[in-house]
């Protein structure tokens, strides 16, 4: 990637932090005027959504490359086998994340971290009362509106920023590209601010990571983001209406107590077979 400026990799993450503190910022007093333009919580995660992700990424791109949209690979459409590799994915492994999910959540700290884990705790049940409000659609309307904001604009702008901005500018640096993903994927999990979910979502964050470096398409992590989080969304909805039981998805995969998880290790091992497979195919393009 050709840059405009020799700064070094310390010193552009301390820029793209700067610029998400103020888009923060800025976010938060946008909120003040929410009340008045309705769709309370919506609106305030497609305000944060643009001024604290997308805005902070594609300024500070602009800043430091050339071609910023060619930098974040915004500029490569996603192709027909990147697409059928992220649908297969996301239905393979439903099992196995609704495993680690559910092993995540009833994970407990030794006594003398109590004092941890009722804050880590305190702070989960407050990101499950915000996602229940979120998830409480009953009309289409609510739907498509739902759908768009979580799982497309959420999808959109946390891929540009994470995947976008931060992966391909730390890849821009003599850091390997194992060590690049595996950073931003801690880094995506860490600011979510759930603990019991910060495994699954680091595996999450893996995979786009992958994605990215494989296909060379910021479009097909944003795809598969976009994807995962609309799912919820929409089995939420159906739930409401009493279409699907509550927990028809999340319980895929769990076994019943006492039970050994066949079906969750199934899912591990066509996963991780997938990925293997992808990573030989568009290497094997990369090179031809």
Not at 21 to 41: C, D, E, K, N, Y
Not at 155 to 174: K, P, V, W, Y
Not at 271 to 280: E, M, N, V
Request: proline content about 3%; hydrophobic content about 55%.
């Amino acid at each position: 990637m050709e840059r405009r400026t020799d700064m070094k990799l310390s010193t552009r993450l301390l820029v793209l932090l700067a610029l998400m503190g103020a888009g923060l910022i800025v976010a938060s007093i946008g909120t003040i005027f929410l009340p008045f333009i309705g769709q309370g919580i919506l609106s305030m995660l497609m305000l944060q959504d643009i001024l604290a992700f997308i805005v902070p990424a594609v300024v500070f791109m602009m800043i430091v490359y050339h071609r910023p949209l060619h930098a974040m690979c915004l500029d490569r459409a996603p192709g027909l086998v990147s697409m059928l590799v992220v649908l297969a994915f996301f239905i393979i492994s439903l099992p196995a994340m609704n495993w680690l999910v559910d092993m995540n959540q009833s994970m407990t700290l030794p006594s003398w971290m109590s004092g941890l884990e009722t804050w880590m705790r305190a702070t989960e049940d407050a990101a499950a009362e915000t996602t229940e409000q979120l998830l409480d659609i009953h009309t289409v309307g609510e739907l498509l509106a739902c759908v768009f904001v979580v799982g497309f604009m959420a999808g959109l702008s946390e891929e540009i920023l994470f995947r976008g901005a931060m992966l391909r500018t730390m890849q821009d640096s003599r850091l390997g590209t194992h060590a690049v993903v595996w950073i931003v994927a801690i880094v995506f999990s860490a600011i979510h601010m759930q603990f019991y979910g910060f495994i699954p979502r680091l595996l999450l964050g893996l995979w786009l990571g992958y994605l990215l470096v494989w296909t060379r398409s910021l479009w097909v992590p944003i795809i598969a983001h976009t994807l995962n989080n609309s799912t919820v969304v929409v089995f939420s909805y159906l739930s409401n209406k009493g279409v699907v039981s509550e927990d028809f998805v999340d319980k895929l995969g769990l076994p019943a107590a006492g039970s050994f998880p066949w079906l969750a290790l199934l899912s591990v091992t066509a996963c991780l077979a997938l990925a293997l497979w992808s990573h030989r195919y568009f290497t094997r393009r990369k090179h031809s």
